[in-house]
């Protein structure tokens, strides 16, 4: 039976085009804010880093727009503070995605509203199959040099209550190897390869 507490059952049921998706946006993203620091350095250097991760989250969507466009079962919402990207699988379970900045003990911020209590409480479950599993992917920061670090997406229930988040492997985007994860909370959890639908995703229509 389903579990959202289940990294392995969630990640192999989402697939790999968004988890790649993902990988390359923040890929692009990080590049982003390296020519941004190399243009307009002064900007930056009086900015606080929530201000930076601003920029960082508004790059990582727009890119994130343009890799998973037109992809089947794949929309977009923009309702003001905030953005989502829903992925309905094959199975008919979706999951709900906000791109979210991952800092130490992977620690999320967002306006608190009624809406975003109810969105970070869990995975609303009904019957098999028809379950809304919320999730946070974005990025580890590197408080310390101020930079974008590698592709996150984690699993709670309740905004400061994680149950698991996983690592994905950035130098993979675009190699042959398979999509690789590292979970980082709880320790303990196995690396998951998704070499079979990663070919697929790869050799799928979009």
Do not use: C
């Not at 466009?69 to 919402?77: A, E, L, M, N, P």
């Amino acid at each position: 039976m389903f579990s959202p507490r289940e990294s392995e059952t969630v990640l192999s049921e989402l697939g790999s085009k968004f988890p790649l998706a993902l990988v390359r946006a923040t890929d692009a993203a990080r590049g982003d804010l390296r020519s941004l620091r190399r243009w307009r350095s002064d900007w930056l250097q009086g900015m606080f880093q929530r201000e930076v991760a601003g920029i960082v989250h508004a790059r990582i969507w727009a890119h994130l727009m343009a890799e998973l466009d037109s992809v089947d079962g794949v929309t977009f919402r923009t309702e003001e503070p905030y953005r989502e990207v829903r992925v309905v699988t094959p199975l008919g379970r979706t999951f709900k995605v906000r791109v979210k900045r991952h800092s130490e003990g992977d620690r999320i911020s967002s306006y608190t509203t009624p809406s975003d209590v109810e969105f970070w409480g869990g995975a609303v479950l009904s019957f098999d199959g028809l379950e809304e599993v919320p999730l946070a992917a974005g990025y580890r920061w590197e408080a310390a040099t101020g930079d974008v670090g590698a592709p996150v997406i984690s699993y709670r229930e309740g905004k400061e209550n994680v149950i698991w988040a996983v690592e994905v492997d950035a130098g993979q985007a675009d190699a042959a190897a398979p999509l690789r994860y590292t979970p980082i909370a709880p320790p303990g959890l196995p690396k998951i390869d998704l070499a079979a639908s990663r070919r697929d995703a790869e050799s799928g229509t979009r």
